[in-house]
């Protein structure tokens, strides 16, 4: 018997990732293989990378990539809808590899206009849920508040929608992004002051939606501070390092919608990144200035941890396989 086998990075221990030798999956019914072509690195992978209490290691071969795409490469015994060789981004949990599976119904066909170009469709299609969620239109006034990947894609779908958006970021290559992708005005925040002393004590909360895409306890307060009265507050920042503090007596003196833009549900997922791939074709949205960093795959822990470190330029790291 001949066994396949294929390189996937394996998150050994913190701070350590190893490309290994493993068996390459088989499709079952209504699963697709997919040789990958790359997949984007997400903020919420740095948390496994560095470790917490609640990680147990080694991590799954390919674990935890989620923002892979790729050539349909085997077809499970009832698949019918894509065919070997088609182009796909697609929903999974360990897409640090050279092949991953997914269920059919959570894959996304990539046209030939974007043949040669990366298309990581996952966080792609979070911020158009984002977007969605935040019900922004024309004339409104909306903060920004971190102005990294989801940041400046959200930055983009505020600006096209008609409303005057102000981008806060600590970083001035973040700040010339969002300038680039629309932002009417833009504010530097200073790591060496409080966060809530940019907020101006003569006009108050000016803003009818505050997005925090950042998931610190800080811009979390800062969001608070600036949403006016009847305000949306809309949380997309991954809050995932445990317990969040919140001014439940503004929330309710100001009469607040807060609104949990995460999703859960796939099918929610893809229409956001369908959603995404319209944008692309149509020049609503070009996210290629995002993509600052790539890295082949055996560096994945170099990619890892300029994503946790956040250089100047950095805004989204690839790993190309």
């Known amino acids: 018997m001949v066994f396949r086998f294929m390189r996937s990075a394996v998150i050994s221990q913190p701070f350590c990732a190893e490309v290994s030798q493993v068996a390459t ?23 496994p990378w560095e470790g917490r209490p609640w990680f147990r290691y080694p991590l799954e071969a390919g674990a935890p990539g989620h923002e892979g795409w790729g050539f349909v490469d085997a077809l499970g015994c009832d698949v019918h809808e894509f065919a070997l060789g088609e182009r796909v981004a697609f929903l999974s949990d360990h897409a640090f590899a050279e092949y991953d599976l997914a269920p059919a119904n959570q894959c ?63 970083r001035p290559a973040a700040i010339r992004i969002a300038e680039l992708f629309g932002a009417s005005e833009t504010v530097k925040l200073h790591r060496d002051s409080s966060l809530l002393a940019c907020v101006d004590s003569v ?41 969040r503090r919140v001014d439940m007596q503004l929330w309710n003196w100001r009469g607040l919608d807060v609104i949990n833009a995460h999703e859960r549900d796939p099918k929610v997922y893809l229409e956001g990144m369908q959603a995404a791939l319209d944008a692309v074709l149509s020049g609503a949205l070009d996210p290629t200035p995002l993509y600052t960093h790539t890295f082949p795959l055996e560096e994945l822990g170099m990619a890892l941890e300029t994503t946790r470190r956040r250089p100047a330029e950095m805004l989204k790291a690839l790993v190309l396989t």
């Open 25 to 47: 999956p088989s499709p079952g019914p209504g699963e697709i293989r997919v040789k990958l072509e790359g997949c984007g690195i997400c903020g919420s992978n740095v948390p």
């Open 203 to 243: 006009t108050g909360a000016p803003f009818d939606c505050v997005i925090e895409a950042v998931g610190k306890q800080e811009t979390l307060d800062l969001a608070t501070q600036l949403t006016r009265e009847r305000g949306r507050l809309i949380i997309a920042g991954y809050h995932q390092d445990g317990w």
């Open 108 to 170: 996304l066909r990539l046209p030939h206009e974007l043949d040669g170009k990366p298309f990581p469709a996952e966080p792609l299609g979070c911020a158009m849920n984002v977007f969605r969620r935040s019900s922004i239109r024309r004339g409104e006034r909306v903060a920004i508040i971190g102005v990294g990947f989801l940041g400046a894609v959200l930055v983009r779908l505020a600006a096209n929608a008609g409303a005057r958006v102000t981008a806060y970021s600590r």
